[in-house]
């Protein structure tokens, strides 16, 4: 569904992805972990074209793309087939929380005001928030901001969902129902690729993880594989880190 | 200061003179004063949102003319731009219509100047994330800056250009130099046939406090409002 080939970027003079290429099908979870400045952030941007890349081809549905030569025509495009959750919400603060999941429906895809809001109200549902579609971001707990701005990526029916480290803005006690929201997702076969820190929940929600460091895929397998038989010694020692 | 009471409320003729003058000055306060100031401002806003937005969008060529424009604004004084407008311009065949016109136009793009600056500075306050997730959502630049960056910005300037406005009702003063009669032309009139400064710059001064106070109010209530639409 989704190929990424090759995909290089630099700042400056100082290559943050170095060579990066993986693939993508239809019901994958995938898992990017890596420690911090390890390029996975990066790397989704680029994904979504929120950073512009200096080499790669990405191939969506037959359709293939040169990421570093892309225009804006190509972008919508890609853009109409992902989702992209933040790490700090990025709700519109002048928006109530049903405005927040419509605006892209009415505005960017023109649907009916009406149509749109029954979609709005289905999402804030999905996501346990619908008695909150008249509050405003600053009225809500990071933990229901976050999962506004997971049925905001909902509600225009992507076929992948990007999250950008969806928990780690969160306090302890509020990444349990965001966690819980994107399980529900993984439960209905959505196709998602997930930068997180949160080892547990990755190892039992992934079919495939990543484990990147320098700019680079280090090792990619299944859960078990990585988080119980890794086989590259920089995998391991990363996941004892976490252990500890 | 026994004394100062005592000739306000002791002196008839004072009294009546006072009294005389104050729908004197009122009425063209009324009727030039508040004109002037409210097309001045609201032709400011439209220059100054343009102007915000062609700097903070970093369009070429477009943002040196405004770069250069605000310099210019900024770095010369009010009083010289409208006597350059008033008496200058017409020596290159620009010539006005009334006064008034001119101090519109002269009042309207020095405000403008200040109030981009404003206005550009709330639109940076504004989260880039705002904007990523716009169009991660499909919108374009324009939507995004339009229904999300702009109001935002605008409600953060809000107080800020409350200021420039209620300055604005001060400066007008100033076109009494270039022969609008609006308040201060006609208390100047005044004192010079019934030769009262005192009372009568007082009294000028009270009704341009009145105004002011007026104003300080509404943006009180404004604000409150605005708050309420962002869940504040």
């Given amino acids: ?244 | 200061m026994i004394n100062c009471f005592k000739m306000f409320s002791m002196d008839s003729r004072l009294l009546e003179i006072f009294l005389n003058s104050f729908t004197r000055i009122l009425i063209p306060g009324l009727l030039v004063t508040i004109p002037l100031t409210i097309v001045a401002f609201f032709l400011a806003m439209i220059i100054a949102v343009v102007v915000a937005i062609i700097r903070f969008a970093n369009i070429k060529i477009l943002k040196d003319i405004c770069r250069f424009y605000v310099w210019i604004i900024r770095g010369t004084p009010l009083l010289v731009q409208l006597f350059f407008a008033y008496y200058g311009l017409p020596k290159l065949g620009i010539t006005w219509t009334s006064p008034f016109i001119c101090a519109v136009l002269v009042f309207a793009f020095n405000e403008g100047a200040y109030a981009s600056e404003t206005i550009r500075g709330s639109l940076n306050s504004v989260s880039e994330g705002q904007i990523e997730a716009g169009y991660c959502v499909g919108m374009s630049y324009l939507q995004i800056m339009w229904r999300i960056v702009l109001p935002q910005a605008l409600r953060a300037a809000f107080p800020s250009l409350m200021n420039g406005l209620i300055g604005m009702v001060k400066d007008t003063s100033l076109a009494s130099n270039i022969t609008v009669t609006e308040m201060f032309f006609v208390t100047r009139t005044i004192v010079t046939t019934t030769y009262e400064p005192l009372l009568l710059y007082l009294e000028v001064a009270l009704i341009y406090l009145l105004f002011s106070s007026i104003l300080s109010k509404v943006q009180t209530v404004i604000e409150k409002k605005l708050n309420a639409q962002v869940g504040k």
């Fill in chain 1, 1 to 244: 569904m989704l190929e990424i080939k090759n995909l290089k970027k630099k700042y400056d003079n100082d290559y943050v992805l170095k060579d990066i290429s993986f693939k993508v099908e239809k019901g994958d979870i995938i898992s990017i972990i890596g420690p911090s400045g390890c390029g996975k952030t990066t790397l989704l941007r680029c994904l979504n074209f929120l950073n512009d890349s200096d080499q790669g081809q990405l191939i969506f549905d037959e359709e293939t793309y040169d990421m570093a030569n892309i225009n804006k025509k190509e972008i919508n495009e890609i853009r109409k087939k992902t989702g992209f959750v933040f790490q700090n919400y990025n709700l519109f603060l002048n928006k109530t929380a049903l405005q927040n999941v419509t605006e892209g429906l009415i505005i960017a895809r023109k649907m009916a005001k009406e149509e749109a809001i029954k979609i709005g109200e289905e999402m804030l549902n999905k996501v346990g928030l619908l008695d909150r579609k008249d509050y405003y971001p600053s009225q809500l707990s990071g933990g229901q901001q976050q999962r506004i701005a997971i049925a905001r990526a909902l509600a225009l029916n992507p076929e992948i969902i990007y999250f950008d480290e969806p928990t780690s803005a969160l306090d302890p006690e509020l990444i349990g129902e965001v966690l819980e929201v994107i399980r529900q997702l993984a439960l209905e076969k959505r196709t998602m690729i997930i930068v997180s820190h949160e080892m547990h929940f990755v190892k039992n929600i992934s079919t495939k993880v990543i484990f990147m460091e320098d700019g680079l895929i280090v090792e990619e397998g299944g859960p078990e594989d990585i988080f119980d038989n890794p086989k590259e010694k920089r995998t391991k020692e990363f996941l004892e880190s976490y252990r500890r």
